[in-house]
Antibody, heavy 119, light 113 residues
Framework: QVQLRESGPGLVRPSETLSLTCSVS??????????WSWVRQLPGKGLEWIGH???????DNNPSLQSRASISVDTSKNQISLKLNSVTAADTAIYYC???????????WGQGTTVIVSS | DIVMTQSPDSLAVSLGERATITCKSS????????????LAWYQQKPGQPPKLLIY???TRESGVPDRFSGSGSGTDFTLSINNLQAEDVAVYYC?????????FGQGTRLEIK
């Protein structure tokens, strides 16, 4: 059974870098077959795709984030990471990681982690 | 970029009745090489992550009750929920995964009348 668990600091100061980790269990990232996405949900709002990555390729990111997002994979730890630099209050959100099957959409999601950007 | 627009933003339906949510994409999400629409539907309940209901516009995810059905092709899609149950109260999102950046609709809040 595949499980995803997001972790990271719940509070980030404006202009700093938000760093989150998604720990994956039940499947090895290096076995391939899936992309891994980050999606966020602004308070009381809908869902925004941040980007995704395949373990052996570079990430695709949403241009709406103006190149502030960076997604990477650590196969030795079986983790996916998200870094979002120059954060503002507008980046306050619940951040989810999800398995992105490409053909079957996002079929497994983490519980999400709340990040508040505030001084 | 593809923009996804759902309607209505919210609706209230009586128990046992049918709920219908529509989703329109600004460009076709039909992949002609396999004739599949790269359109998914999710259900999100308060405090929970989204749950995949439907992919390829009309294929139910394993374990999803057959009260949920999806239809449509190209740019126009529908999620129907027959015999509405109390546990179906949630926000529903459509999602195009045809191309990047992937995009979600703004969500439709479903309540019991």
């Amino acid at each position: 059974q595949v499980q995803l668990r997001e972790s990271g600091p719940g509070l980030v100061r404006p202009s700093e870098t938000l760093s989150l980790t998604c720990s994956v269990s039940g499947v090895s990232l290096s076995s391939g077959g899936y992309y891994w996405s980050w999606v966020r949900q602004l308070p009381g709002k809908g869902l925004e795709w941040i980007g995704h990555i395949y373990y052996s390729r570079s990430a695709d990111n949403n241009p709406s984030l103006q190149s502030r997002a960076s997604i990477s994979v650590d196969t030795s730890k079986n983790q996916i990471s998200l870094k979002l630099n120059s954060v503002t209050a507008a980046d306050t959100a619940i951040y989810y990681c999800a398995r992105d099957t490409i053909t079957h959409a996002m079929d497994v999601w983490g519980q999400g982690t709340t990040v508040i950007v505030s001084s | 970029d593809i923009v996804m627009t759902q309607s209505p933003d919210s609706l209230a339906v009586s128990l046992g009745e049918r709920a219908t949510i529509t989703c329109k994409s600004s460009q076709s999400v039909l992949f002609r090489s396999n004739n599949k629409n790269y359109l998914a539907w999710y259900q999100q309940k308060p405090g929970q992550p989204p749950k995949l209901l439907i992919y390829w516009a009309s294929t139910r995810e394993s374990g999803v009750p057959d009260r949920f059905s999806g239809s449509g092709s190209g740019t126009d899609f529908t999620l129907s929920i027959n015999n509405l149950q109390a546990e179906d109260v949630a926000v529903y999102y459509c999602h195009q995964y045809y191309t990047t950046p992937q995009a979600f609709g703004q969500g439709t809040r479903l309540e019991i009348k």
